[in-house]
T-cell receptor, first 112, second 116 residues
Framework: DAKTTQPPSMDCAEGRAANLPCNHS???????VYWYRQIHSQGPQYIIH???NNETNEMASLIITEDRKSSTLILPHATLRDTAVYYC?????????????FGSGTRLQVQP | DGGITQSPKYLFRKEGQNVTLSCEQN?????MYWYRQDPGQGLRLIYY???????QKGDIAEGYSVSREKKESFPLTVTSAQKNPTAFYLC???????????????FGEGSRLTVL
């Protein structure tokens, strides 16, 4: 699975959009991008995933660059409850025999 | 409500003692996983199981053991052979189809083990 690089921490003002970048320059054509978040002392929570098209759901939007070497998770109106560690994960589809690998992620602090 | 239940939430043990962490799910998921998380670090895979009576080692299986006698249960035993067992342990589950396609895992609330 391709390696990902995320900034260790970011701040965002409450009510503003939080844009969390992820670099995955070695991604291959059959690898998906997944985002999870982990609120302090809880289990991670799935947010969104995508292959090459931009995706949106009720939690967030995922923007993947045309060359697929990087992506951005967007929380359109961050709230204090969005303060968490956000993990960007790249994984090959159909590898049902392996679980996801979580790196260190980005610690997002939403400021009032 | 459907979900994953881990117990106990907090556990203390003395060095040299084995301890078993419970993980139960009522989501009818085929696959179950155990991760370990150290402070400020990501999650590392200990063991996983895709079907009853079958499981595979993850990246850091040494000093741990598991069983999968029932679909809904996947207990983890931290043995005395584990050199540094103090950590936050997370159990997760998923359908096999979800793992292959969406990659979505459902996590429990975790068990925090401290060795005194």
């Amino acid at each position: 699975d391709a390696k990902t690089t995320q900034p260790p921490s970011m701040d965002c003002a409450e009510g503003r959009a939080a844009n969390l970048p992820c670099n995955h320059s070695t991604i291959s054509g059959n690898e998906y991008v997944y985002w999870y978040r982990q609120i302090h002392s809880q289990g991670p929570q799935y947010i969104i995933h995508g292959l090459k098209n931009n995706e949106t759901n009720e939690m967030a939007s995922l923007i993947i660059t045309e060359d697929r070497k990087s992506s951005t998770l967007i929380l359109p109106h961050a709230t204090l409850r969005d303060t968490a560690v956000y993990y960007c994960i790249v994984r090959v589809r159909d590898t049902g025999r392996r679980a996801l690998t979580f790196g260190s992620g980005t610690r997002l602090q939403v400021q009032p | 409500d459907g979900g994953i239940t881990q117990s106990p939430k907090y556990l203390f043990r003395k060095e040299g003692q084995n301890v078993t962490l419970s993980c139960e799910q009522n989501l009818n998921h085929d696959a179950m996983y155990w991760y370990r998380q150290d402070p400020g670090q990501g999650l590392r895979l200990i063991y996983y199981s895709q079907i009853v009576n079958d499981f595979q080692k993850g990246d850091i299986a040494e000093g741990y053991s598991v069983s999968r006698e029932k679909k809904e249960s996947f207990p983890l035993t931290v043995t005395s052979a584990q050199k540094n067992p103090t950590a936050f342990y997370l159990c997760a589950s998923s359908t096999v189809v979800a793992v292959r396609n969406t990659g979505e895992l459902f996590f429990g609330e975790g068990s925090r083990l401290t060795v005194l």
